[in-house]
Nanobody, 129 residues
Framework: QVQLVESGGGSVQAGGSLRLSCAAS???????????IGWFRQFPGKDRDGVAL????????YYADSAKGRFTISRDSAKNMVFLQMNSLKPEDTAMYYC???????????????????WGQGTQVTVSS
């Protein structure tokens, strides 16, 4: 099993920044086999949407259109951590943000929330205007 723990959420004003962290723990051999890890967010009453993802092997990064130019995903492989730096935050970024890891199948879109085996408990981000 892999455990994911998010932190770093909070309340900021529009234009501000937050840095989310996701700490992954579990058997190191299994952790090393994770192909993708990243961030989804969920608005009240809506399904989870992908925000930013990183490929564990190549380090390639992927962003939703809403995140491009404002958010940056990064990792510290030695510490099994993934970060989401969010700049120029907007009120519409207000959501619960979740860390997700380990795609179930290479045939499933990396952007599908159903694709991931492991999820964190979420961290709330609130952006006020």
């Amino acid at each position: 099993q892999v455990q994911l723990v998010e932190s770093g959420g909070g309340s900021v004003q529009a234009g501000g920044s937050l840095r989310l962290s996701c700490a992954a723990s579990g058997y190191s051999a299994y952790t090393n086999s994770i192909d993708y890890i990243g961030w989804f967010r969920q608005f009240p009453g809506k399904d989870r949407d992908g925000v930013a993802l990183i490929a564990s092997g190549s380090g390639a990064t992927y962003y939703a259109d809403s995140a491009k130019g404002r958010f940056t995903i990064s990792r510290d492989s030695a510490k099994n951590m993934v970060f989401l730096q969010m700049n120029s935050l907007k009120p519409e970024d207000t959501a619960m943000y979740y860390c997700a890891a380990d795609r179930k199948s290479p045939w499933v879109s990396i952007w599908s929330p159903d694709a991931y085996n492991f999820w964190g408990q979420g961290t709330q981000v609130t952006v006020s205007s």
